[in-house]
């Protein structure tokens, strides 16, 4: 890798048009599965570690109200649930649909609004159209600054099951990994993907052993997921508490915002092939064994596991290089989000809505590839100040559910106008994709 070269981001184009490159634009010399594993290194971090507390979130009693039942509609209800969020908002609408819409190359909520910018130049509609694209962007910061927190968090909690001494640390240890994160941030996206890779990649082999592991006392947990009637009998039978489980479920989608914002750092197709053929069956099965791990015990036993499913589901003999592996893919969750939050800072200088700063870009090859120190050194003080206020990952669920929600309803709108203005899909085709969307958010 070449050494980072400094450059002044006022380049901008004409019309807000950005400089980033093509998409592919020096990513085949990397190689596609090159770029496809450094993809699973940096850009599936965030929603790799939705196992560690989606599942648990969904069931938990949140300000007062009392948690869901735990019994086979729910269990059934919430995984059906988990299930299609990720096919509906994950598959379908980021990686089938709107990284499509790129602008040369670069993805995230500014590049959506730069298209729209670019090629509805006069409109009159355009002006609630920016202000929606800037508060998407204020909201990934936001997922930016609490997603190493609640991630890093929510593993180094697990170092409770291993010894009862790491109480009183957990905090501590969390800042020590979150420092040492943003401070080898310079290196460059590339280093840290070929670092992480391989990784993440022996994380989400382990999540899909470990979930094998108790999907075969229970074999049938798998069409139950897959049948979406388990989810309409949920709210059927609970109403009102299975909207608001809702939202925790969306914990299991926190970091496809970040799929489309890294988009620039690694390509549309390495980021496609990866989810689809690695890193979504590995989730599935995390999520089926966590189920069927509560399923097959008594109503009692049930009640204790689903407290904290992910670890309790990891057997005693391995449990300690788990929970470190598990340490090590939170701190991976957390670039997901940092990447993106440089791309979307270029992004926001190229359009004219923040100050010039200094960019680094660190690949010779990927000029996507950047690190910005003003925002890495903002990010680091935010999440540390969060982990010392909320200090636990708990606590921070509900922020970190309103952050995604929004950032992905806002791209659901940019998204419609992209349909309709610069694509010119007929209504027939663009409706029912817009509305199932928007059901969905």
């Known amino acids: ?4 070269v400094e450059a002044d981001a006022a380049a901008a184009a ?3 048009e950005a400089t980033a490159p093509v998409e592919g634009h020096g990513h085949h010399q990397g190689g596609l599965i090159a770029l496809a594993i450094g993809a699973v290194g940096v850009v599936f971090g965030d929603i790799g570690t939705s196992p560690l507390y989606a599942f648990r979130e969904t069931f938990a009693s949140h300000h007062g109200a009392p948690g869901i039942h735990v019994d086979p509609v729910h269990i059934y209800g919430v995984l059906s649930l988990v299930f299609w969020s990720m096919m ?3 598959t379908f609408k980021y990686v089938l649909t709107i990284m499509k819409a790129d602008n040369k190359g670069e993805g995230g909520s500014l590049a959506l609004l730069a298209l729209i910018n670019r090629k509805t130049e006069g409109a009159s509609w355009t002006a609630p159209i920016v202000l ?3 508060f998407a962007t204020a909201l990934f910061y936001g997922d930016s600054m609490i997603t190493p927190a609640m991630s890093v968090l929510s593993a180094t909690e697990g170092l409770t099951y291993v010894s009862p001494v790491f109480d009183d640390f957990i905090v501590p240890i969390a800042l020590v990994i979150l420092i040492g994160l943003f401070a080898i ?3 460059g996206t590339e280093t840290v993907g070929k670092l992480f890779g391989p990784i993440m990649i022996v994380y989400f082999l382990t999540l899909a052993g470990l979930g094998l592991l108790h999907i075969v006392k ?5 069409f139950q997921m897959l049948n979406p ?6 709210f059927i039978a609970d109403g009102f508490r299975a909207f608001i489980a809702m939202g925790s479920v969306v914990l299991a989608v926190t970091g496809a915002e970040a799929l489309y914002a890294d988009m620039g750092h690694f390509g549309r197709k390495p980021i496609g092939i990866s989810w689809l053929s690695f890193v979504l069956p590995c989730l599935l099965l995390n999520y089926m064994g966590q189920g069927a791990m509560v399923m097959s015990v008594s109503p009692e036993q049930a009640a204790e596991l689903i407290k904290d499913p992910f670890f309790l589901m990891i057997p005693d003999a391995i449990r300690i290089p788990v929970v470190i592996l598990a340490v090590l893919a939170t701190i991976i969750a957390s670039q997901a989000v940092i990447s993106g939050a440089f791309s979307l800072t270029q992004m926001a200088i190229q359009l004219g809505f923040v100050p010039r700063m200094s960019i680094k870009h660190t690949s010779a090859a990927t000029a996507g590839q950047i690190y910005i120190p003003v925002v890495n050194w903002a990010l680091m003080i935010a999440v540390v100040l969060l982990v010392l206020f909320f200090r636990s990952s708990t606590n921070l669920a509900a922020a970190y559910g309103i952050a995604v929600t929004g950032a992905v309803t806002i791209d659901t709108i940019l998204l419609a106008v992209v349909l309709f203005s610069l694509w010119k899909w007929p209504a027939w085709k663009s409706v029912p994709l817009i509305a199932l969307f928007f059901l969905v958010d």
């Open 229 to 234: 009637l388990n989810a309409i009998n949920f």
């Open 1 to 4: 890798m070449s050494e980072p």
């Open 132 to 134: 929606l694209g800037v």
């Open 88 to 90: 509906i908002v994950v």
């Open 14 to 16: 004409d019309g807000g």
């Open 185 to 187: 941030q310079s290196r």
């Open 218 to 222: 229970l074999p049938s947990v798998l």
